[in-house]
């Protein structure tokens, strides 16, 4: 496990974050969990957790989309409280990071079925 904390991921940028985690994962099997409170609270301000200064959806998009073509066995998306943002705007981020999620999940079950035919 690595951690990187918001300003190594600022210094860095994303695509060397990515990088970093595939290093990390390898070709092992790997589930993801998306934590909606690693977002600035401008884009999810419905987690238990706000803290300012975090990414934004964009990055939070490409981080999940960069991790296209590993071994990828589940994921989920945690920390969003939908009493504590009125205007529906975290369920929505929650959401569509969960869709990411499920779009690199769906490709890496897909490649593995068809290695087993």
């Known amino acids: ?3 990187i904390f918001i300003e190594e ?3 860095l940028g ?3 974050v990515i990088a970093k985690a595939r290093r990390v994962v390898g070709d ?3 589930y993801v969990s ?3 409170d690693s977002l600035d609270p401008a884009f999810a301000p419905g987690t238990g957790t706000p ?3 975090g990414m934004t959806t964009i990055e939070g998009q490409a981080l999940v ?3 296209r073509g590993l071994n990828l066995i589940g994921g989920d998306v945690v920390e969003v409280s939908p009493p504590f943002d009125p205007t529906g705007t975290t369920a929505l981020v929650g959401a569509t990071m969960m869709y990411e999620i499920l779009c690199v999940l769906a490709e890496a079950v897909a490649r593995r079925n068809k ?3």
């Open 14 to 16: 994303v695509e060397k």
């Open 1 to 3: 496990m690595r951690v």
């Open 51 to 53: 803290e300012v200064g």
């Open 65 to 67: 989309r960069g991790l």
């Open 28 to 30: 092992g099997a790997t």
């Open 34 to 36: 998306f934590d909606v």
């Open 115 to 117: 290695e087993d035919l």
């Open 9 to 11: 991921f600022t210094e």
